[in-house]
């Protein structure tokens, strides 16, 4: 028999979580709270002090009352988690599922990134992500580097031709469509990729994304590109045709 | 066995501020199956219901044989296909068979004498065909209980319903729905044009834990019969199962299924103990499989780390034994400053497609209530979170038929239609 160290409720032993607070039983010991005093007997720790509201605790539209964390209304639908009701603060649509490459953009930085724009706006979600570094220039002389994309959930690898336009999309006989690279091997049809999705071009060495008005949208590091737009791409760059999540190497 | 399934908790945010009230966490839950998992292809059982009448004739009915022969010959030797063609009377045009070479032949000349006149009576041919997928499920498993006898036949079993019309007797509709659960055949009811009843296909559809969908011409009715065929052909796990558990003073609000299609699972804490919570999930596909939005209301805790929840999914891959993953809903509650604004981007972008599909939802039923005033603000703020989510082209059905509201008319058949079945879609599947 062991005791949970945040309640001290009995627990049997190679237990993992205590079953009634949920502390971990193993493993590094979560830092204490200063007003927390260890129980007696079993049950739920004290109430500490509030450390910060998150959020409204009445729709701000409706009056509803709503719990902190609810991200929309739950009778009205209004957005809960900005001042003015927008939801302006989430970007366009879902990131890939692998972290993409440089700092991810909602993690608050410890110190000032070194290429914050004076006093730039901040976003409700923290410091506005570090800009990339511009894209280097084509050696001299010799050809670039070709492409490739990788599945982000198969972590497959699709070599890019090396034409200067590439059309992503399905295959489909029946309606004559024939992409460069033809995502129904993985799992392009469920996950709503159009037979002509996206185009990856080459100009003088820099590749560029460009949406080619599909049904589901094509995300670049996860924000929604208008359709017809080519976008600069750089190694690392984060692409989602539908729900489809790739990463452009080099 | 264990090996067939991923199963992944991604929380919308990983850390919450430290409060003296309950908060709201969001909780993706993704299922997955593993390659292991699919790689022998499950035999199909499929039936289906073809509305012949009157009002089918024309591109509608030539089309519906191009749909039944294009799936014809999408099926194998190890498929049972049978075809029921209804008006005012069901007729079972082909008996429940293996698609061998020769069912095929036999099979194809009767779908090319297909022709369409007379009234709309779909029950007797509902009844028909769960009559005739019984026919391959019944004698293999000597007549056992549903459950059991799903157990022992692992086919996939589907009833692909067209109609374009009113059916009489809607209430005898609903009753073949619920027998169809109880035998554990899922019903896709497919409505064709603007004249059918919606809400009744979108019941039939829940009530037999399968779907409905809206087909908008003649011309898109092969695309979703071979979509359904396709689906059936991809499931790798069936009968799966979550089972959920919570620490003390943590309750679950709701269950909602985000992919493939939107849909509530389960509302509210349940269990003797009001800490467990069960919901059917049924198959599982292979590639993207399930993905699940939990709402859990945490209590307030010091800082540190905990475990919110156990999620466990079990299920059946083949006829093997059923088999159990878990994974935990790990919670930090942090005093560092600025702690809410990590958020994680794929769950809150699911919770605003969600909250739309909520508000479209409850938004038609006030319509059928009559509480316009509800209805137009519903479908006001629905059109924002459409919007945000770059979902242009279903905002624009919503916003006309907003106005058409707002000015006093009533919705239009098709965009009602839409917004019933497009609301729910978390990606576009038609053209495509």
Known sequence: MIRCPRCNTELPAGVSFCDACGAPVRGPMPPASPVYQPLGAGGPPPLPPPVAASGPSACPVCGTPVIPGEAFCDNCGASLLTPNGNSAAYPAGPPPFAPPAGPPPFTPSPGPPPFAPAGGGSSPFGPPPVPLAPAPAPSAGGTAQPGRLIVTASRAELPLPTRDDVILGREDGQSNSFPDVDLNPHGGLEQGVSRRHARISRRNGQFYLEDLNSVNGTLHNQRRIPANTPVPLRPGDAIMLGRLGLTFQQ | ?432
């Not at chain 2, 905002?395 to 907003?402: D, I």
């Open chain 2, 1 to 432: 066995m264990a090996g067939d399934l991923n199963v992944r908790v991604l929380l919308g945010r990983p850390r919450v501020p430290v409060l003296s009230s309950e908060q709201l966490v969001y909780a993706l839950v993704e299922l997955r199956p593993t390659a292991t998992a699919t790689v022998a292809a499950l035999p199909l059982n499929l039936s289906l219901v073809l509305d012949r009448s009157g009002s089918m004739r024309g591109a509608k009915i030539e089309r519906l044989r191009e749909a039944v022969l294009a799936v014809l010959d999408g099926l194998q030797a190890q498929d049972t296909l049978s075809v029921i063609a209804f008006n005012n009377k069901a007729r079972v045009l082909v008996p429940s068979q293996a698609a061998t070479e020769a069912g095929k032949a036999a099979i194809s000349a009767e779908i090319r004498r297909l022709n369409a006149d007379g009234g709309t009576n779909m029950a007797p041919a509902m009844e028909a065909a769960l009559h005739e997928l019984w026919q391959r499920v019944g004698p293999e498993t000597g007549g056992a209980g549903a459950a059991a006898t799903r157990a022992m036949n692992p086919a996939v079993t589907r009833m692909l319903l067209l109609t374009d019309g009113i059916t009489e007797k809607e209430k005898r509709c609903l009753d073949q729905a619920d027998a169809a659960r109880g035998m554990g055949v899922p019903i896709v009811a497919l409505g064709i044009g603007r004249d059918w009843n919606d809400k009744l296909l979108e019941t039939i559809g829940e009530r037999s834990g399968g779907s409905a969908d809206y087909v908008r011409n003649a011309d898109d009715i092969p695309r979703h019969f071979q979509r359904t065929v396709q689906q059936m052909q991809a499931v790798a796990l069936t009968d799966a199962q979550l089972d959920m558990r919570h620490a003390l003073g943590v309750a679950c609000r709701t269950v909602f299924r985000v992919h493939p299609l939107i849909s509530r699972l389960a509302t509210g804490a349940a269990g003797p103990d009001g800490r467990s919570l069960s919901a059917p999930l049924g198959e599982i596909a292979q590639g993207h499989g399930q993905t699940l939005l939990l709402e859990l209301v945490v209590p307030p805790r010091p800082p540190g780390a905990y475990r919110v929840a156990q999620v466990a999914v079990s299920y059946r891959a083949g006829s093997a034994a059923r088999a159990t993953v878990a994974a935990d809903v790990l919670l930090e509650y942090s005093a560092a400053p600025n702690v809410l604004r990590e958020a994680d981007s794929t769950v809150m972008n699911l919770v605003e497609k969600v909250t739309a599909f909520k508000l479209q939802t409850s938004a038609l039923a006030d319509v059928e209530a009559g509480n316009l005033p509800a209805a137009t603000g519903k479908l006001q703020n629905a059109l924002t979170r459409l919007l945000n989510q770059g979902d242009v082209e279903l905002a624009a059905t919503v916003q006309a038929e907003l106005t058409n509201l707002e000015k006093g008319r009533t919705m239009t058949p098709e965009g009602r239609k839409t917004i019933r079945f497009a609301s729910g879609q978390t990606v576009r599947l038609d053209k495509l």
